[in-house]
């Protein structure tokens, strides 16, 4: 799914968060994402709002420790632990763009970076939060219209700064903006990190079918435009351009197939677009098997470090390519209570494996039999 922003009063990340919920992002898994880094005195809510006439919805993040001051480090830790693993990586790419730039700006190792305003654990929910909606929607690629940036002055830890203020600056390096009469800040460090973190493309809008459009609520009024940040979700029209990808492979001989079946498993769940063995033969003429993890650059050292840990090789291969992809999106249908999901491609849809396998069973039917039926309802 491609997600494209119009941040005409610019972005927060309680704006963007409030945007992918209102596009239909579950709060239960953005909540449960929260959860799992074990934050402690947290709320989290989605509200229904009104801005100047505009339905919008607002992300409400309430904090019992109300502190801003903390060692950018401490927040990093904290994010590192959300779940799943690539809600923890966006989410620590974001809080990592705060802490280099600010580590420049001061002369300080980002891990020794005490922050100021940002360094509350409302960050950890916005980062965690926004990062968890977007894998929840399923989106691809961000694009969004040039930022709106503010004008005069923002009064912060270090005294009045003219807007935007220097660590946001540094986060908008390679972001299109666009200059308004708007007070103050309009593009906060977070938001800026975290559309840099989901490698946002300043774009027009894409060819794409429209799915779903929403607006996210900032918490400022201005007299001149409504503040919020509109969003649109939506399909390509056509294939994806190719995306650059990285194929990661090692040569197994002494591990058994229980064991490549888990480290597949593993690198899936660690967030791999694909991981697959294939049979082959090596030095001393001995039977083996190829694995290899097929995954995004930013992913690569990670997904490494698993496959050397789980298999025992002594070594992993890497190599550059690029993928084209298909646009596709989910469907269910019901078959006696048992939900299946359907997978639609350009020119055929077919029911997920597992779903059709689970109600197959707990129905005593065929295979077969469950995944036809499941067709006939889709196109009933």
């Not at 708007?182 to 593009?187: A, H, S």
């Not at 019901?334 to 491609?345: A, D, L």
């Amino acid at each position: 799914m491609i997600l494209w922003l119009n941040p005409v009063t610019g972005v927060s990340g309680d704006m963007l968060l409030g945007a992918l919920l209102g596009l239909g992002a579950p709060l239960d898994e953005v909540r449960a994402a929260v959860e799992s880094t074990g934050l402690p005195g947290w709320r989290l809510r989605a509200e229904r709002v009104q801005v100047d006439g505009i339905a919008a919805t607002r992300a409400v993040v309430e904090v019992e420790d109300t502190s801003t001051e903390r060692h950018a480090a401490e927040l990093l830790d904290r994010v590192r632990q959300a779940r799943p693993e690539p809600v923890a990586d966006l989410a620590a790419a974001a809080v990592r763009a705060i802490a280099e730039v600010e580590g420049a700006l001061h002369d300080r190792h980002p891990d020794e970076v005490h922050l100021h305003e940002i360094g509350g654990l409302d960050t950890v929910v916005d980062t965690v939060g926004v990062a968890a909606a977007l894998h929840a929607l399923g989106v691809t690629a961000v694009h969004s219209a040039p930022l709106a940036l503010g004008s005069g002055t923002v009064r912060c830890a270090h005294g009045v700064l003219p807007a935007p203020a220097p660590a946001t600056s540094r986060l908008l390096r390679g972001a299109a903006v666009v200059g308004t009469d708007l007070p103050g800040e309009t593009v906060t460090p977070t938001g800026a990190a975290l559309l840099a973190a989901a490698g946002t493309a300043y774009v027009p809008p894409p060819a794409m079918v429209v799915r779903e459009t929403a607006h996210g609520a900032g918490t400022r009024r201005f007299p001149q435009r409504p503040n919020v940040l509109s969003a649109t979700l939506g399909e390509p029209l056509t294939a994806e351009p190719a995306e650059p990808m990285v194929v990661l492979e090692c040569n197994v001989d002494d591990v058994t197939g229980e064991l490549l079946g888990h480290v597949l498993d593993r690198a899936l769940r660690a967030g791999a677009a694909d991981a697959w063995t294939t049979p082959s033969t090596t030095k001393k003429s001995r039977p083996a098997h190829v694995l290899h993890v097929l995954c995004h650059p930013h992913q690569e050292a990670r997904l490494a470090e698993l496959v050397l840990a789980e298999t025992g090789s002594l070594g992993v291969r890497s190599q550059p390519v690029t993928r084209r992809a298909l646009p596709r999106r989910t469907t269910t249908v019901t078959v006696e209570g048992h939900e299946i999901r359907i997978k639609h491609g350009p020119w055929h849809a077919k029911p997920e494996h597992d779903d059709v396998a689970a109600a197959a069973e707990a129905l005593g039917l065929p295979l077969r039999t469950v995944a036809a039926r499941a067709l006939r309802e889709l196109h009933s």
